[in-house]
């Protein structure tokens, strides 16, 4: 497993950059992520990225845009714009989370 | 008497109730319920678009499955009462039970989907395979298909059999080669995931298939509805996608009850623990099969390698001793990837599909992750197995927990 290091932080990633240990996540962290990927975190970026984290806490599986919607009240057309081109994927990076997957 | 009731007589139910009335007293009752007699053979559904298998071929009666001394149930299941251990059902009765046994599926929902269910182009330009109505349908509309913007599109997981959406795009693109007209058809892949393989290893293995075949590949569209009169898809983010023929694979959720009962999540699919499959909410209740929300495929071997874990376990939990075995969430499958071809993929919660041989490490026979006429053969005979020895609860030479004998782990 390949080990990344930011701003003087490492933490474990799969092949695709995805951590794969989610208590070496942090806020901090999280912010600087998003900075490479041109986001700028604040509190509309936040709540679906805190739901996530919570969500796959008690589920196991990162929640797809679908359950967002259906369970996390977030409107997908919004996560698009908050999250352009690849909203589910980009989240899950930045919430430190696997990426959302089928099973192949 | 004790008594023990298993609610769907699928892949999950028949095995347990042929299984269970083997291990168990006869001071036990064992009671089965399911809405139908038709007993379907759900990978058969990915033939019959193709004329390869027949909807009489794939559907035989439940009850020739289900063993003497089990009470076979045909209602519709209207609400289990978790609290008071009673199950009430369609036809007015109420069933009361010591042990329930949920093994009731996943239900495709294409009315979930606005256009899709409820538009004028279903079953007319837009069909599912998941069904045996639909892929029955579809066979009739691929005949008569002289070419044109074909695509399969898959609008959110989980689903059942997460291959068989790309199966079905190889299988198809074969099709429409061994009638001549391929040069006529333009087929595109849809996918709301990342890629049309997920997991990297499958990825790099299978990700040439697509492209070797000129299938086109659209991915992260996520699926908003269907536009009937322009013949599109719309994605959430404004993207379309025109077609002339659409094969689609809906929503999945867990059956109606299940959502009345308050016993699911927001899809309907039961939380268990995903080692024991113990429903999280009540203690006398497991899940086996597509029902429950365990991260792993839904699919038949899923379900079987689920119920030989589970069997001992309930043996023991009944005997008062702790559950001996742990579900590592195996799962292994054929994917047809047409040209008389299959791959085979075996993998569990933990290992993503590896290379290598499989049952028997370096001897195989069975190749995973590589093309081979054996493995289609494989494909084709599980029918056979299925029916003969899955079913009735005969032990299959394959192991219940994967194993990484054989197997070539990345460096």
């Not at chain 1, 900075?35 to 589920?59: T, V």
């Not at chain 2, 290992?351 to 054996?374: C, D, E, H, I």
Request: net charge negative; with cysteine.
């Amino acid at each position: 497993m390949p080990t990344n290091t930011l701003n003087d932080r490492t933490f474990q990633v799969n092949d695709e950059g995805f951590f794969t240990d989610r208590d070496e996540w942090s806020e901090e962290l999280a912010t600087d992520l998003a900075q490479l990927i041109g986001i700028e975190m604040d509190e509309e970026h936040w709540a679906p990225i805190r739901f996530m984290r919570e969500d796959s806490a008690k589920n196991g599986p990162t929640p797809t845009l679908r359950r967002m919607q259906t369970v996390g009240g977030f409107d997908i057309k919004e996560l698009y714009r908050l999250y352009p081109g690849k909203p589910a994927k980009k989240m899950a990076w930045i919430a430190g989370l696997p990426k959302p997957v089928g099973c192949v | 008497m004790r008594r023990l009731l298993i609610l769907g007589a699928g892949t999950a139910g028949t095995m347990l109730a042929n299984i269970l009335r083997r291990e168990l007293p006869d001071d036990w009752s064992i009671t089965v319920v399911d809405k139908d007699n038709d007993h379907p053979y759900q990978p058969g559904y990915l033939f019959i678009p193709f004329g390869t298998s027949t909807p009489e071929r794939v559907v035989k009666p439940r009850t020739q499955f289900l063993p003497k001394g089990v009470d076979f149930v045909q209602t519709g299941i209207r609400k289990v009462r978790a609290a008071d251990n009673e199950v009430d059902l369609e036809d007015g009765r109420t069933l009361p039970y010591d042990w329930l046994l949920i093994a009731t599926g996943a239900v495709p929902r294409p009315d979930l989907t606005p256009g899709m269910a409820d538009g004028k182009l279903w079953y007319k330009k837009v069909f599912d395979f998941y069904t045996l109505e639909g892929s029955t349908r579809l066979h009739d509309a691929l005949e008569t298909f002289q070419g044109g913007k074909l695509l399969v599109q898959l609008t959110d997981m989980p689903i059942k059999c997460p291959v068989a959406p790309l199966e079905f795009v190889l299988l198809v693109e074969d099709y429409f080669r061994t009638r001549r007209i391929r040069h006529k058809v333009d087929i595109t892949y849809v996918t709301p995931l990342d890629g049309a393989f997920t997991k990297p290893i499958a990825s790099r293995e299978l990700g040439h298939l697509l492209t070797d075949r000129s299938i086109r590949q659209v991915t992260d569209f996520a699926l908003e509805r269907i536009d009937n009169d322009r013949q599109v898809l719309v994605s959430y983010d404004g993207r379309e996608q025109p077609f002339d023929l659409l094969v689609t694979i809906p929503l999945h959720t867990g059956q109606q009850y299940v959502f009345d009962s308050g016993l699911g999540d927001d899809a309907g699919f039961i939380p268990v623990d995903k080692k024991t499959l113990r429903s999280t909410a009540y203690d006398n209740i497991f899940v086996l099969g597509d029902a429950s929300n365990i991260p792993t495929s839904k699919a038949g071997a899923v379900a079987h390698f689920a119920v030989e874990t589970f069997v001992p376990n309930f043996l023991a939990l009944i005997d008062g001793r702790p559950m001996p075995n742990s579900f590592d969430g195996h799962a292994n499958c054929f994917v047809e990837s047409g040209r008389g071809q299959a791959l085979l993929l075996d993998f569990n919660y933990d290992t993503q599909p590896l290379t290598g041989t499989f049952p028997l490490a370096g001897v195989g026979p069975m190749k995973l992750l590589g093309r081979s006429r054996l493995n289609h053969l494989g494909k084709l005979a599980f029918e056979q197995i299925y029916w003969k020895v899955l079913l009735p609860g005969h032990k299959l030479p394959v192991p219940t927990l994967m194993s990484m004998a054989g197997k070539h782990e990345e460096d």
